[in-house]
């Protein structure tokens, strides 16, 4: 098959961040599929934009071999206004790319969202080369900007849900990442559980497998000053939604342990964290910028368990951490401060603990409790490991998700 993969935060090579789709490719491709990738020339993470000074089009062939067209998006500054640019800039010239760029003849559109407005790109491009797309729900929106306190304006939230409707509509097939986003679809946007499928985040072993038999944790420890610390490791996003204040609150509270929080990532909020962790005093917490996933995974790997947050809203119960299944490959046990399906996730599987979100407190109370039990954070790294193994194999769901998408190429 040939498809086109609309997805404004695909990764470059070798950086950070959340990558879902370079995996999924990657299997596909080497499944004997071409992929083509429309593609933002920024990154939610931050604006890592210095290779496209002055261009508007980049085309190149990943490690992959997969091919990878950037198309032109504003930089994001943290205000709302900014992200919105940042998202109308790269649907439209999304479209111009698929116009005058990505012309062969495809089987298939894939839409990954959010931001929700890549669907203009997706709905366009569809009608123009008369083909079926697929549209993918990461995170529902507008929901979401509502909960964080992004999107206020009455008439822009009545025009994004209205525009959410539409693009429900005209999809051939939507997938979404869990199983409440499919629950929202059905009972409160009136979409056929028909129309539905669930292709949810995964763990991809491919890395840590490859680490398993080879690497030295305790040299790596000693390399990196972690020796006869208790680390537990943060990856990912550093931005409003993360709220990641919570974990600083909980290590002014740890102060007299052996914990050491590790924060591996970057986003809006980095330099303030980074700020408050200096005003604070907070010795036990440390900042790594982002690094491609095999070194990432390294340093999961040396760390004793890992930890996932979020914001504390109604929306987020309805996700599944994309770290989370980094550490279940990985055997790390996970500190959960998110609710709702995750939760029931992590204690599923026996795989973490439960932390109340935005309450340091608990956060501090659990963690000392797998000091004093360490054997805990083994047993469970090894059920979610296992867990991960069984029900949310990148290989297989991969797969899965491809015999889906054949279908709908068909017709």
Known sequence: MRILLIHQFFLEDNAGGGARWNEMSRIWTESGHEITVLAGMTHYMDNRSSRYVGKYFHEEVNKDK?????????????????RLWSYFSFAFSG???????????????????????IGIAGIFLSWWKNIPFVFEVRDLWPESAIDMGLLKNKQLIRLSYRFESLIYKRASLINVLTPAFRAVLV???AISPDKIIFI????DFTISENLFSG????SFRKLHDLEGKFVIIYVGAHGIANHLIQILDTAGLLRDTRV???FIGDGAEKGMLKKETVRRKLENVRFIDSMPKTEVFKFILASDMGTSVLKKTDTFKTIYSNKTFDYFSCKKAVLLAIDGISRVLIEKADAGI??????????????????????WTIKQG??????????????????KYLNYIREIGKH
């Open 354 to 375: 439960f932390v109340e979100p935005e309450n340091p407190a608990d956060f501090a109370k659990k963690i000392r409790f797998y000091l004093n039990n360490p054997e």
């Open 200 to 203: 949810p985040n995964a763990s």
């Open 260 to 262: 050491l929080f590790l």
């Open 95 to 117: 479209i111009i790319a698929g116009l005058f760029y990505a012309t062969d003849r495809y089987d298939v559109i894939i839409v990954s969202s959010p931001p929700l407005f």
């Open 382 to 399: 090894e059920n979610g490991y296992l867990y991960a193994k069984n029900h949310f194999d990148r290989e297989v769901l991969a797969i």
């Open 187 to 189: 009972e409160q946007k």
């Open 66 to 82: 997969i091919r990878v067209i950037r198309c032109f998006s504003g930089k994001v500054n943290g205000c709302f206004m900014s």
């Open 215 to 218: 690497f030295d944790s305790r």
